[in-house]
């Protein structure tokens, strides 16, 4: 992967020269720090730690709430998708709605301890996959 990370600084700083620009190396560049995972995956292993039966994700219901909070969020951070893809993958569902999930995740883990035990657990768990 760092191979993938040099390649990519090497041609920025090459594109960059060729704009003009004169810095070494430009700093609004966004080095790739891994390769996405998959949906398939992310969505295996937030059923597996909420203990869930398949499909049942994509089900409109309360009690779902926090895992499909988690899945948004990994979908957006891991697996390199937008809020609109996102929207798309539940069907039905705006990508406004889909920020505002990730703004109660974040919400929702900044005050409760439980749900941030949780929510490492399942970094973890995505970090061994």
């Known amino acids: 992967m760092t191979a993938l990370k040099e390649d990519f600084q090497q ?36 059923l597996r730690e909420f203990n869930l039966k398949a499909g049942l994700l994509k089900c409109k219901s309360a009690r779902l709430g926090l895992a499909r909070w988690f899945l948004v969020e990994l979908a957006c951070t891991l697996g390199g998708l937008t809020q609109r893809a996102v929207a798309d993958y539940f069907g039905g569902v705006t990508e406004h709605a889909i920020g505002k999930t990730r703004q109660r995740l974040r919400l929702r883990l900044a005050t409760d301890e439980k749900a941030r035990k949780k929510w490492e657990t399942l970094r973890k768990a995505m970090s061994i996959v």
């Open 11 to 46: 041609e920025t700083t090459e594109w960059a020269i060729a704009r003009g620009r004169r810095r070494k190396r430009p700093v609004d560049a966004i080095v790739p720090e891994r390769e996405p995972v998959s949906m398939a995956m992310i969505e295996r292993t937030v």
